[in-house]
């Protein structure tokens, strides 16, 4: 059946942005048919050409701003809305943190939750934020060249200021593709599976200034490898760790899981909270440490630790939140799905000097159940699940334990939503307001901290 749709390819049409979806595109409907237009903010007036047709929505680009949004901000460069570097790069800092509390009010409203919801906390300097970074590297015109990919494609846009990252870890990748100019590594090739250097990978501590560069290579062979070491440590005045990790896989994934010391140490340190943190070149480790700070201390102070109580912190990765809590109280037990996050975990643990957190390797909703059958009791629950959200059967086994608080770290307001209506039934209401906490600016992450508290 042939569906009629309300635009055809190539009409150019005008009309006023109606909104702004969870992916930061304008939107503008046609007999209800909406037309995402990228770089176009609700209340702007623009001719745009459609682009793309699917039977549900269409896409098109703006070809003129006939009125423009005073939440618009001149962004300087217009590559960093093309990659989906900063996907709300054009629209101004309070607007963004607004836009972010506003995807959470909609989600509740649709769910029928009364819930209040207290305005996104921001950072004062909402760029150069990240600590780490993944490059690319491809090559450009004979030339090996480092940037980003266009949204949705492997087409390399060449950039050299990443805008959100760490200016330090910019000037790495810099310093680290010159090196590779200079002693001619090739560029890895995706359609015929060759070349040396696929990608650059660059951390450094927030507070220790450690820098670790990865080398991702697609065979372990790396020719001038002592002329390339010793010339990144020249340049990378930082450097506490160089390492070569090796992909051989035709794959999207960056990493490999074979790693070689070309210098220096195997891990870099770096501090959270006061704890010191070990990361290896695969751990998960949170890329905003001003911001993760915060989101931790929230979640910290609604928890309400006197020393006294029993913790779970459920999806712990490296154990961040587990051994930030650990200090206020008694016991703290963390269940995580990846086994060397787990040893990761136990190895800060250890490091930190910190006897009361024990962690598992396992699923969360399956450990909970363990747990609960082995008759754990624990004061408070922690969950900081990924974007899917929790498991059903978590939040029975939660019911059936009986946490007096349970504090719910969300990277996705969709399934936050929806599993405070299953701890509602459950037992469980929202006793503050729902905190969002900006850990991504310039993009479209919604993160937040939900306080529940059972019902007696
Ligand atoms: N709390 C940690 C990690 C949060 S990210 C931090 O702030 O650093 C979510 C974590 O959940 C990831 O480490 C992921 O590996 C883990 N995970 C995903 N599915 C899981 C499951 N079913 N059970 C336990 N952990 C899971």
């Known amino acids: 059946m042939k569906v009629q749709l309300p635009v055809h390819k190539q009409e150019k049409r005008t009309g006023v942005v109606a909104d702004l979806t969870y992916q930061g595109n304008g939107v503008i409907k046609v007999d209800h048919y909406p037309i995402f237009l990228p770089n176009a903010l609700p209340g702007e007036e623009v001719t745009f050409v459609v682009t793309k047709l699917t039977k549900n929505f269409a896409w098109g680009r703006v070809l003129e701003w006939h009125s423009k949004s005073p939440d618009r901000v001149d962004l300087k460069d ?134 670790m560069v990865v080398l991702v290579t697609r065979t372990a062979k790396l020719s001038h490898r002592e002329e390339i070491v010793a010339a990144i440590r020249e340049r990378v005045p930082e450097l506490t760790s160089l390492i070569q990790n090796v992909n051989g896989q035709r794959t999207n994934k960056l990493l490999g899981l074979e790693n070689h010391v070309l210098w ?37 102070d609604q928890a309400e630790l006197d020393g006294s109580q029993t913790v779970i912190d459920a999806y712990c990765g490296i154990g961040t939140i ?63 699940p990924p974007r899917k959200g929790l498991d059903e059967s978590l939040i029975e086994a939660a019911g059936k334990m009986g946490p007096q608080k349970v504090i719910y770290v969300s990277c996705n307001p969709a399934t936050l939503v929806r599993d405070l209506v299953r701890f509602q039934a459950a037992g469980y209401r929202v006793s503050k307001p729902i905190q969002p906490v900006d850990q991504f600016p310039q993009t479209t992450h919604v993160e937040s901290v939900t306080l529940l508290e059972k019902m007696n």
Request: proline share 5%; charged share 25%; no cysteine.
């Open 264 to 300: 220096g140490q195997a891990t870099i340190e770096d501090q959270l909270l006061g704890i010191d943190f070990k990361i290896s070149p695969l751990s998960f480790y949170q890329v905003n440490p001003q911001q993760t700070e915060r989101l931790y201390q929230t979640a910290i």
């Open 78 to 211: 217009q590559r960093y809305l093309q990659t989906g570097i900063a996907p709300l790069g054009h629209l101004a800092y309070p607007a963004q943190l607004a836009f972010k509390r506003k995807l959470i009010v909609d989600l509740l409203q649709k769910a029928h939750l009364d819930l209040p919801v207290a305005e996104t906390m921001g950072m004062k300097r909402p760029d150069h934020y990240r600590n780490k970074a993944q490059v690319p590297v491809k090559l450009i015109r004979g030339k090996l060249t480092t940037g980003f990919y266009k949204r949705g494609s492997h087409d390399l846009v060449p950039i050299e200021d990443f805008y959100i990252q760490d200016p330090k870890i910019d000037q790495a990748i810099l310093a680290v593709r010159n090196v590779a100019r200079q002693y001619r590594l090739t560029p890895y090739d995706e359609e015929h599976h060759r070349g040396d250097l696929r990608t650059i990978m660059v951390r450094r501590g927030y507070y220790s200034h450690q820098v």
């Open 322 to 384: 587990s051994l930030a809590v650990a200090k206020h109280a008694k016991q703290v037990y963390g269940v995580e799905i990846v086994p060397e996050a787990i040893a990761d975990a136990k190895q800060n643990a250890e490091y930190n000097g910190i006897e009361n957190a024990e962690f598992v390797v396992g699923k969360a909703e399956e450990q909970m159940q363990k747990w609960q059958a082995v008759g754990l009791k624990p004061d408070v629950l922690i969950v900081d």
